[in-house]
């Protein structure tokens, strides 16, 4: 990708482009995402759709501190993958202007920093630091390739996703119980995966250290494609209480998983299973020959889990639970946690390749999410064609597909505005005092 600088001439738009902002857009087949009419689109979600309001009012956070947004850094890839890094921008409505002029087909979010990015030209390099942002968490499918057998790479389906699941519930609980955080916004990324955006204040001012160790305490998969043995239980103490409760939340999920994954439905996969060293060689040998490959038909992967636990349920029963945690326990991107400048895809931008929109995940209705219900920017355009005569005096976005979203979203941002408040209050009497 090509870094300009913002006063390059991709700043430069023609007023005609702007002025076609509030046109109608159609597609060939209703509803259908084409990506050859992203650019069009864009004009129109940016134009008409795009909740601004919300989506400053939570990077504003209450408001108190005007650095908080003033100093925040925003990065936009353009077309043909034009990457403008250190955006800044002084209020909702300079943001607004700059977001319609460039219609960027991605948004990243970074940090705050000392002193507005678009201004770094102007201020020494080692005064311009980051100085807060969001604890992010990163959980793509594509992680989890070693284990899932439905899909590869950038495929997802209904099947994969309840990976994701067990990943949301395991990471928010640990974030909710064991560190105390409140105000965990998770957001599809539009494809494959989830974010996590903690927005305590606590979290926002971890410096890297900490921010490495929580994630080192959420991180139990280590090693590559190479390493046979991913997870190691302590054998002769009982486990930390964040794994037991991590193995509640997989154990409602784990028949479904193997059936739906046949986790051990060939010989590869049967070896691949018994070959972890913590298996007894007699187990192993046994097992080996009753899934041999001519009576693999007989049975299914289930049945064969079940031989296993029943093989190792009264003596072994910790192998059984590596092997749980092996196959379905969350893979975070540890390099997008612990650096307080690194970029993370925005809320509520488009993703170019499927159209869908970077929503707001309610996570105590997770089990009704799904990924394929998500709008895409072309079902928003329809949605809106449909309402150009309609006369209404709340947002436009509140009328399509994305009212629910953004009616969670609204909760949530209350919620956090209440938290820092009723912090100010305290801090304020505690001055007083």
Partial sequence: ????????????????????EEQE???????????????????????RLFPYDKYCQWLQYGGRDKSTFSHREFSFTLEGDVYVRYQSFRSREEMEEEIRKKRPYKIDIGAI??????????????????????????IDLTDYDDTRTCCSEANICEKCWR????????????????????????????????????????ALGLMQDARVAV????????????????????????????????LDIIDRHWCDLVREQDFFGTMEQCKKLLSLPSIPKEVR?????????????????????????????????????????????PRLDVNVTKGINHLLKSPLCVHPKTGRVCVP?????????????VPTVSELCQE?????????LSPMYMKTSLKDYMLYFGEFIKELETSISMKAKNDSSKVDF
């Fill in 1 to 20: 990708m090509e870094e300009v600088s913002t006063s390059s001439s991709v700043d430069v738009v023609e007023d005609t482009q702007v002025k076609q």
């Fill in 25 to 47: 857009v159609t597609t060939e087949e209703e509803g259908a995402y084409n990506r050859a009419e992203l650019p069009d689109l864009l004009r129109t979600y940016y134009a």
């Fill in 113 to 138: 920093y000392t002193h507005p990015p678009k201004n770094r030209s102007g201020v020494l390099a080692t005064n311009f630091k980051p100085k807060r942002k969001e604890l992010v968490f990163d």
């Fill in 163 to 202: 990976f994701v699941v067990i990943a949301i519930k395991v990471v928010d609980r640990a974030l909710k119980e064991d560190f105390g955080f409140r105000h965990c916004l998770w957001v599809y990324s539009g494809r494959r995966g989830v974010h996590c955006w903690v927005c305590d204040a606590g």
């Fill in 215 to 246: 994630v080192e305490y959420l991180t139990l998969v280590k090693g590559g494609e190479q390493q046979v043995q991913k997870v190691k239980l302590p054998k002769d103490h009982p486990y930390h209480h964040s794994i037991n409760s991590a």
């Fill in 285 to 329: 040998e046994s097992l080996l020959e009753e899934f041999s490959e001519e009576k693999l038909a007989a049975s299914s992967s289930l049945n064969r889990w079940r031989r296993l636990q029943n093989e190792l349920m009264k003596n072994k029963k910790v192998v059984l639970d590596e092997i749980k945690l092996m196959y379905s326990y």
């Fill in 361 to 373: 995940i309610d996570v105590r209705r997770l089990s009704s999410f799904d990924p394929f219900q």
């Fill in 384 to 392: 809106l064609n449909k309402l150009q005569k309609e006369k209404t």
